[in-house]
């Protein structure tokens, strides 16, 4: 009787083990994957500088919990006219992904001239949140725009005279003498410590 006790006690002791082992490997595990990158139909992304290695995904590796992780690409202008680059995600699942998923970007040039090329680096980080995420996808969208909201005074470089541009304007809003739309780089109505971080983001693209 005591010896199966003991096993039933041991059986459990295991099975609980095996429990926390698993919870362990999927709140605080490291993660995994790529994402996709959808590129329009003027730029070109490439894996290579000379640009002959075109691709349509990303390979992070393998994340661990508070790291990050820094990922080169080659974006091409394929039109016949300067254009901007423009960058976003799309398609998060889960969509809670996003509170310890940061993805940010940095492009050599604001503005890409025709048949020219930019170094962009594709970074993300890993925050040791306590969200359950086991496994997730997200997409990188790059896009040509035609201007960039952090290039303020639109001359294709981010540099200290959007800097200023900004910082002039700051906390005004529109009606107020100091109110300079293109100075609110976020588009929130104000311009304010925001938008400067924002043009600071891709400062010395240019
Ligand atoms: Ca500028
Ligand atoms: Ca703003």
């Not at 104000?190 to 400062?203: A, W, Y």
Request: hydrophobic share 40%; with cysteine; charged share 20%.
């Amino acid at each position: 009787m005591d010896k199966r006790k003991t096993v039933i006690y041991a059986f459990v002791l295991l099975l609980s083990v095996l429990l926390v082992l698993l919870q362990v490997t999927i709140l605080r595990g490291p993660i995994p994957y790529a994402t996709a990158l959808l590129a329009d139909g003027v730029l070109g992304v490439y894996k290579d500088k000379a640009c002959t290695q075109k691709t349509t995904s990303i390979s992070w590796g393998v994340l661990e919990p508070n790291q990050t992780k820094t990922v080169t690409v080659y974006v091409k202008n394929e039109g016949a006219t300067p254009t901007y680059l423009y960058i976003t995600t799309s398609s998060w699942n889960p969509t809670n992904a996003t509170t310890i998923l940061k993805f940010s970007w940095k492009s050599d040039t604001a503005r890409i001239d025709a048949s020219e090329t930019t170094k962009v680096t594709l970074t993300l980080y890993l925050s040791p949140g306590k969200t359950k995420i086991s496994n997730f996808s997200f997409n990188v969208v790059v896009e040509s725009a035609q201007s960039v909201p952090w290039d303020a005074n639109q001359d294709g470089r981010v540099n200290i005279l959007d800097v200023i541009l900004v910082q002039n304007a700051q906390g005004s809003t529109p009606g107020t003498p100091d109110w300079d739309a293109r100075a609110d780089t976020n588009s929130d109505g104000r311009v304010s410590i925001l938008d400067l971080i924002l043009v600071t983001q891709h400062l010395e693209e240019e």
